[in-house]
């Protein structure tokens, strides 16, 4: 190519062509480089990372069997200094990007786009993005969780409560209907929140019919779990906003402590077994089976197809290792918090038997 328009498109790529010039006594490409080398080594204080110089084309005539025409052919002398690993690739992509502008006209680029993500490294991903999700979805199902106790401490301390006995409402009666009434409270929240889910397009949740039903069944049964669990908190308290404080922070830390635990432990070898045993007394708590099933929800379909390959079938949404273990414990809390809510309440109702106990 024509070695000034060349000079000049390296200028224009950013280089600095000005103010080197190397008196070449011949055009061969050994004395060329000698006379770089030797600028390099008299101009140490030089800040080029490279240089290059050109020797005159020189005619060479091909091989006799071609017969063709002898071409011109230039030599170009590239050095860099070895601390600038970058400057050789760099000045060589410019010179080539010159020669081609001469030949071709615009300046030829080159993009670069990152590798699709495994299917590994999106669950992995995906993963986080579920665990902080999972945090969020909690922090006001705390608030959920923990107001079904300040009516019935309210009940106590007006002595409402009392007056309810009083006019012949037994305690299994006064239970059955407050559970009732809370249930129905939590059916309307958990409808509220599946419509929710479903405006803003939460495929995890969402996405099918057995997505949603495991989430209505998911919320409908912490709720189930939940409401007893404050039935029989409240005993232990006098005002409602103290019992109001308390069970937020239990179902907070509860659900946001364990559920972060639980993901930190899983994601280590040397604690997965010890992980493993806490499940069975992590799923004891409501929020943390709530949190975790979201957690679940939501990578349960990347990391099946990334174990099994795409158009796999999913492990089942019921099974005990998905959702089916947090169901079945929030269930038996259910139960057993309802029947501790009735033992304390006889035992609150009996006198003799307190005094007894006494």
């Given at each position: 190519?024509?070695?000034?328009?060349?000079?000049?498109?390296?200028?224009?790529?950013?280089?600095?062509?000005?103010?080197?010039?190397?008196?070449?006594?011949?055009?061969?490409?050994?004395?060329?480089?000698?006379?770089?080398?030797?600028?390099?080594?008299?101009?140490?204080?030089?800040?080029?990372?490279?240089?290059?110089?050109?020797?005159?084309?020189?005619?060479?005539?091909?091989?006799?069997?071609?017969?063709?025409?002898?071409?011109?052919?230039?030599?170009?002398?590239?050095?860099?200094?070895?601390?600038?690993?970058?400057?050789?690739?760099?000045?060589?992509?410019?010179?080539?990007?010159?020669?081609?502008?001469?030949?071709?006209?615009?300046?030829?680029?080159?993009?670069?786009?990152?590798?699709?993500?495994?299917?590994?490294?999106?669950?992995?991903?995906d993963r986080f993005v579920a665990l902080f999700a999972a945090i969020i979805?909690?922090?006001?199902?705390?608030?959920?969780?923990?107001?079904?106790?300040?009516?019935?401490?309210?009940?106590?301390?007006?002595?409402?409560?009392?007056?309810?006995?009083?006019?012949?409402?037994?305690?299994?009666?006064?239970?059955?209907?407050?559970?009732?009434?809370?249930?129905?409270?939590?059916?309307?929240?958990?409808?509220?929140?599946?419509?929710?889910?479903?405006?803003?397009?939460?495929?995890?949740?969402?996405?099918?019919?057995?997505?949603?039903?495991a989430t209505f069944l998911l919320l409908l049964l912490f709720g189930y779990?939940?409401?007893?669990?404050?039935?029989?908190?409240?005993?232990?308290?006098?005002?409602?906003?103290?019992?109001?404080?308390?069970?937020?922070?239990?179902?907070?830390?509860?659900?946001?402590?364990?559920?972060?635990?639980?993901?930190?432990?899983?994601?280590?070898?040397?604690?997965?077994?010890?992980?493993?045993?806490?499940?069975?007394?992590?799923?004891?708590?409501?929020?943390?089976?709530?949190?975790?099933?979201?957690?679940?929800?939501?990578?349960?379909?990347?990391?099946?197809?990334?174990?099994?390959?795409?158009?796999?079938?999913?492990?089942?949404?019921?099974?005990?290792?998905?959702?089916?273990?947090?169901?079945?414990?929030?269930?038996?809390?259910?139960?057993?918090?309802?029947?501790?809510?009735?033992?304390?309440?006889?035992?609150?109702?009996?006198?003799?038997?307190?005094?007894?106990?006494?």
């Open positions: 190519g024509n070695e000034a328009a060349t000079w000049a498109a390296l200028g224009e790529m950013g280089w600095d062509t000005a103010g080197y010039s190397l008196a070449v006594a011949t055009n061969s490409f050994p004395n060329v480089t000698a006379e770089l080398s030797d600028h390099l080594t008299d101009s140490p204080s030089d800040t080029m990372p490279a240089a290059l110089a050109f020797s005159p084309a020189a005619f060479v005539s091909p091989p006799p069997p071609l017969g063709a025409a002898p071409s011109a052919i230039g030599a170009a002398s590239l050095l860099f200094n070895s601390t600038s690993i970058h400057a050789l690739p760099c000045l060589l992509a410019s010179l080539y990007g010159a020669l081609a502008q001469q030949q071709g006209g615009p300046t030829p680029a080159a993009a670069v786009h990152s590798l699709p993500l495994s299917n590994e490294d999106k669950a992995d991903i979805i909690l922090i006001p199902f705390a608030f959920v969780a923990a107001q079904f106790v300040t009516p019935l401490v309210r009940e106590r301390e007006t002595g409402s409560k009392q007056m309810q006995f009083i006019s012949g409402v037994g305690p299994l009666t006064y239970w059955l209907s407050s559970w009732a009434w809370d249930y129905a409270a939590h059916l309307l929240i958990s409808l509220l929140v599946l419509a929710i889910f479903k405006i803003q397009g939460e495929a995890a949740f969402t996405g099918d019919g057995e997505r949603s039903g779990a939940v409401v007893p669990v404050a039935s029989a908190a409240s005993f232990a308290f006098k005002t409602p906003s103290n019992a109001l404080t308390v069970m937020i922070a239990f179902h907070f830390l509860t659900g946001f402590g364990l559920v972060v635990t639980d993901f930190v432990l899983a994601q280590l070898d040397s604690t997965k077994d010890v992980n493993d045993g806490l499940q069975y007394l992590f799923l004891l708590f409501p929020a943390y089976c709530l949190g975790k099933g979201f957690t679940t929800l939501s990578v349960r379909a990347v990391e099946a197809e990334a174990a099994w390959g795409v158009g796999a079938a999913p492990t089942s949404v019921y099974a005990w290792g998905t959702l089916g273990g947090n169901l079945a414990y929030m269930a038996g809390v259910g139960v057993a918090f309802k029947l501790l809510t009735l033992a304390l309440q006889y035992l609150e109702s009996d006198v003799a038997l307190q005094q007894k106990v006494a």
